[in-house]
Structure formats: C-alpha cells, structure tokens
C-alpha cells in the first residue's frame, strides 16, 4: 500500500439508496444452537493465542465460531443512511457490518455462506470444484497448508458507500477487526486459525457474488489442533 492514497472518508450528507444484495442458494442447513463453553479467563486467551494451521474441521464448530463472533450483543438500532446498526463483539463503521462470511471446506462441498440471523449455512450456486482448487492453490502459496475451512470475507461496498464518503478504508478497517475477533474466539473454543495473506478477489465472481459491488478483503483458514 506504500505510495497509495486513500482518501479520507467521511459520513453523506444526503444517504445514498441501498438494497440487499442475495446471492443464489441451493438450499440451507440449520445449525445446532451453541451451547456452553467451558469458561476461560480471557486473559489465558489473550496470551495463548497464535496463527496456527490444524486438522480439518467439521461444519457444526465453523457455525459455533461465527455465531459468538456475530452475535448481537444488543438491540439493533437505525443508524447511518437510515440503515440497520447492529453491536456485537467485531466493532464496525456505523454498525453497518457489511461483510459477508464465505466458507470452502477441504473436502470439495460447496461453499456455504453464513447466516448469522439464522445461524445457518446456505450452498451457494457455485462450481464446487473449480472454487475449491482456487481456494486450495492460493491456501498452498501463502501457507504451504490446504487443511481446513477457509472463510473468505465478500465486502458489500455499496452499503458503505450508501452512509460514507470514500469507503475504501473503512471497508479494510471492518475486515481487520473481524479477523481479530474472529481468532481470538477460534482460541477461545479450542480451535486454530490462521489470517490469510491474501484478499482473494479471484473468487468474488465464481462464488455468485457481483463485482465491483462486492470486493474481498482477506478471511482466515479454521482448523482444529491435531
């Protein structure tokens, strides 16, 4: 990023329009309802955490760790371009939360988006195959690792763009936040995750999703110790 400008973003005076973009769903698979976790002083978790690469994992823990990180931790409210704010653990610009979470398993099933307001997974309309070798290729040259489940973060832009000025940063702002809060939580459940190098624009479009409305901004790879 050295020598890039980004300019200073800023809140629109007049809001912008915005609607929510669906990608195609094949079908939805509910999750089981977190249950309790052992407690775990959070300073043990502070200090034990480390990017680390494990074994697969299984879709039923993947849906518990991204619950407790898009849990909300209070009533939503309007905010920003007459849009929902939402509070949770991961802070974001004006409580728009717009990332979407995509997740490619190392075993070749299709790629499941989370729903977080319906803690489910949907199977996205995409070419299983041709998503996991792309996954796999870019996992391999920034970890040497294919094992796990990948989660991609999709950036809707316009929805940034519809409360702000210059978006760009916030947007990258937002991702950081969730990849911390997202690997302090896979610490606290037990499980290993790793931030990814990459922001992995190349699979915007084959996962369904409309460029250049939606842009990738990096994601972290789950695993479990082992």
């Not at 996992?139 to 940034?160: I, N, S, Y």
Request: with cysteine; hydrophobic share 45%.
């Amino acid at each position: 990023m050295a020598g890039t400008r980004i300019e200073e973003p800023r809140p629109r005076g007049v809001p912008s329009a915005w609607t929510e973009f669906r990608p195609v769903v094949l079908g939805w698979e509910s999750l089981p309802s977190p249950g309790p976790n052992a407690g775990r002083d959070f300073h043990d978790v502070l200090t034990a955490r480390r990017s680390a690469v494990g074994a697969s994992i299984g879709w039923d823990a993947v849906g518990t760790l991204l619950s407790h990180v898009t849990v909300d931790t209070a009533a939503p409210t309007l905010g920003r371009a007459g849009l929902v704010a939402r509070r949770g653990p991961a802070p974001s610009a004006g409580g728009l939360q717009p990332i979407r979470m995509v997740c490619i398993d190392d075993a070749g099933t299709a790629p499941r988006i989370y729903d977080p307001a319906a803690h489910a997974f949907g199977l996205l309309d995409a070419d299983a195959g041709d998503v996991g070798f792309r996954n796999g290729v870019a996992l391999q040259a920034v970890l040497g690792w294919r094992r796990g489940c990948t989660v991609r973060f999709l950036a809707d832009t316009d929805k940034v763009a519809a409360a702000y000025e210059h978006p760009a940063s916030l947007v990258l702002r937002d991702a950081g936040c969730l990849t911390a809060t997202l690997c302090l939580a896979a610490e606290w459940l037990g499980m290993t995750a790793c931030p990814l190098g990459f922001l992995g624009q190349d699979l915007v479009g084959p996962l369904g999703f409309p460029e250049p409305r939606f842009v990738a901004v990096g994601g972290a790879l789950l695993g479990k110790p082992g």
